[in-house]
C-alpha cells in the first residue's frame, strides 16, 4: 500500500489537461456488451475503475485491448456470465452490467455494487425501470437476478432523479420492442455521451439531456468509434485547485457550459475565471469572500466538488454553508480537514466552515474518492507535510495525479507504507 505526500504552502502555476470523464467512460464501456462488432472509446482516464470494467468485460467472454486512453472492446464472444462476487463488488458503477446484460441477454447475475460509501444509494429506480420492460428482478444472497422472455417498451416515470437509472434504463431499452419513455430523467452531460454512442451503435434515442428521453427499440446494435467528453468534475477539481494555490493555471480539455455552476461560485469568492472554447483560465482575487453552495442536480452544484470546494472555503473570509442534497453523510472529510486547524462543524445535511484559517500539514486518510481530492487540495494549501492515506480512492477517479500537479510546480509524491502503518490503518 502507498500513502501519498504533499508539502504544502507553495504556489502552482502553468497548465494541466483534463483526462476523459470517469462518469461516463464506467457507463459507456458496459454499453459495449449491446453492440454485435467491435466498438472502440477514445480518450478514456487510466483510473482503477476502467482497468476493473476491462478485466469484467473479458470475464464475460469479450476481447479487450486498451492502450494510451483507447479501448476496443469485442462483444462477439460475450455469454451472460453470472458475476456474483470479485471485481464487480469493488464498483460502485458495476450497476451498468445489469442494463447492458438484460438488454442483451435477456438475463444477468450482478452481485450488489461497491464503491465509495456515501450513506444509501438505492438501485429501487433502476429496478423499477428494469420490471416495467418486463423483467423479473429478485435479490438472491446479495446478487440481483434479471430475467426476462422479452424486453417490450413501457413508460417509466422516475420518482427521484437518477443519472444510475437514466443510463441504465436507456442500456436496457434499446434492444427492447416498441417505444420507452423514461421520465423526470437525469440531464448530466454524462447521459448525453452515452446516449451519442449508442446512436453510433444504431440505437434509436431522442432526447438525451432533457427530462424526458424516447427510445426506440431496434433489432442489433453495431461496433463504432467514439470519443468521450472531457471529466467535468476532474475540470472543476483542478479549478478549486486553481482558485486554492494557483498564480494563474490554464485547465485544457473541458466544456465550459458544464460548469457553469461552479464558475459561478468561484466568481462570487472573487476569483477571476476566463472561459475559452475549450480551456478556463483561473487566477487569483484579492480577498476571498464567503459563499453558501447547495448541491442540485445538474446543471445544479455537483455533489462531486462540494467536498473540494470544502478545503477551498477554509480561504474565505466569514462563514460558509455547504449543504449537500444529494448524498447527506457526504462530511467525512470534515474531521480530517479539521486536523489540519479547519473550522468546520457539521449540522444536519450542513458543514459550516469559518475562515480564513491556516491549515497545517497533518497525517489525513481519505475516505471516498471525493474526499480524497479535498485532502490533495488542503494538503496544497497548508504549511508543512501533509500525509494521506487511503490513496485506492482517489485512484479510482483521478488519473496521473501527482505527474499532473507536479507539471504545474507541486511538491508531491508517492511512498510506500511500512508493515506498521499498514497494521495502524487496519486497526
Not at 140 to 164: F, K, N, T, W
Not at 242 to 250: M, T
Not at 262 to 277: F, S, V
Amino acid at each position: 500500500m502507498e500513502k501519498l505526500k504533499i508539502a504544502g504552502g507553495y504556489p502552482l502555476k502553468g497548465s494541466i489537461r483534463v483526462s476523459g470523464a470517469k462518469n461516463s467512460a464506467v457507463a459507456l464501456i458496459p454499453a459495449t456488451i449491446l453492440a454485435d462488432s467491435p466498438v472502440t472509446i477514445e480518450g478514456l482516464p487510466d483510473i482503477s475503475d476502467v482497468q476493473m470494467l476491462k478485466a469484467l468485460m473479458e470475464e464475460i467472454g469479450g476481447e479487450v485491448s486498451f492502450d494510451e486512453g483507447e479501448m476496443t472492446v469485442n462483444p462477439s464472444r460475450m455469454i451472460s456470465m453470472p458475476l456474483p462476487n470479485g471485481r464487480v463488488k469493488k464498483l460502485r458503477a458495476s450497476y451498468y452490467l445489469m442494463g447492458a446484460m438484460l438488454g442483451k441477454f435477456k438475463k444477468a447475475v450482478i452481485g450488489l455494487p461497491g464503491g465509495c460509501h456515501l450513506g444509501p444509494r438505492p438501485i429501487d429506480q433502476h429496478i423499477k425501470g428494469f420490471e416495467a420492460l418486463g423483467a423479473q428482478v429478485t435479490n438472491e444472497q446479495g446478487a440481483i437476478y434479471l430475467r426476462a422472455d422479452e424486453l417490450r417498451g413501457a413508460r417509466i416515470y422516475l420518482d427521484v432523479v437518477s443519472v444510475g437509472a437514466t443510463i441504465n434504463i436507456m442500456l436496457a431499452a434499446v434492444l427492447a420492442k416498441g417505444r420507452t419513455v423514461i421520465e423526470n430523467a437525469a440531464k448530466e452531460p454524462e447521459i448525453i455521451d452515452v446516449a451519442t454512442l449508442l446512436t453510433n451503435m444504431g440505437a434509436k434515442i431522442k432526447g438525451a439531456g432533457t427530462d424526458i428521453i424516447r427510445i426506440d427499440g431496434v433489432e442489433s446494435l453495431h461496433g463504432c468509434k467514439h470519443t468521450i467528453i472531457p471529466d467535468r468534475i476532474e475540470a472543476g477539481t483542478f479549478m478549486i485547485l486553481a482558485a486554492a494555490v494557483g498564480e494563474g493555471i490554464l485547465i485544457d480539455n473541458v466544456i465550459p457550459q458544464h460548469l457553469e455552476s461552479l464558475t459561478a461560485k468561484l466568481r462570487e469568492m472573487g476569483i477571476n475565471i476566463e472561459a475559452g472554447d475549450d480551456q478556463i483560465f483561473v487566477s487569483p482575487g484579492e480577498q476571498y469572500k464567503s459563499v453558501d453552495i447547495k448541491t442540485l442536480v445538474y446543471p445544479g452544484f455537483p455533489t462531486d466538488l462540494q467536498q473540494p470546494f470544502t478545503s477551498l472555503l477554509t480561504k474565505a473570509t466569514g462563514s460558509s454553508m455547504v449543504t449537500d442534497t444529494i448524498y447527506g453523510a457526504r462530511f467525512k472529510h470534515i474531521d480530517e480537514l479539521r486536523r489540519m486547524n479547519a473550522k468546520i462543524k457539521v449540522e444536519g445535511r450542513a458543514g459550516i466552515v469559518d475562515g480564513p484559517v491556516q491549515l497545517h500539514g497533518a497525517k489525513v486518510k481519505a475516505s471516498d474518492l471525493r474526499a480524497g481530492a479535498a485532502l490533495v487540495i488542503a494538503g496544497l494549501m497548508a504549511e508543512g507535510i501533509t500525509e494521506v492515506t487511503g490513496l485506492e480512492h482517489i485512484d479510482r477517479g483521478y488519473s496521473h495525479l501527482v505527474e499532473k500537479l507536479s507539471g504545474l510546480g507541486a511538491t508531491i509524491w508517492r511512498e510506500e507504507m511500512t508493515q506498521e502503518e499498514v497494521e495502524q490503518l487496519k486497526s
